[in-house]
């Protein structure tokens, strides 16, 4: 499994989905968001594996989705 380059997230879209939860993760930084499925128990950890390892999502799209979590630039 490849590693996306270091971030800090900006906010956070869930969304219920066959299977599990499905997570759209925008950074503090990058020209992509990241989705990917909720794999934990806690939604912290979610966000941060997410950013780690997430396949590329457009942006502009991530943008316009209803954001679940706010986080500040200190976060995590």
């Known amino acids: 499994m490849s590693k996306n380059a270091p971030n800090k997230p900006k906010q956070v879209s869930w969304f219920n989905a066959c ?3 499905v997570g759209v993760v925008v950074g503090q ?3 992509h968001a990241y989705i990917g499925q909720a794999l934990r128990h ?3 950890d ?3 594996h997410i950013l780690a390892f997430g396949a590329k999502f457009p ?3 991530a943008l316009k989705l209803p954001v679940s ?3 500040s630039d200190e976060a995590q």
């Open 19 to 21: 299977g599990g939860r």
């Open 29 to 31: 930084s990058g020209d």
């Open 42 to 44: 806690d939604e912290d």
């Open 46 to 48: 979610d966000v941060a």
């Open 59 to 61: 942006l502009e799209a």
């Open 69 to 71: 979590k706010h986080y």
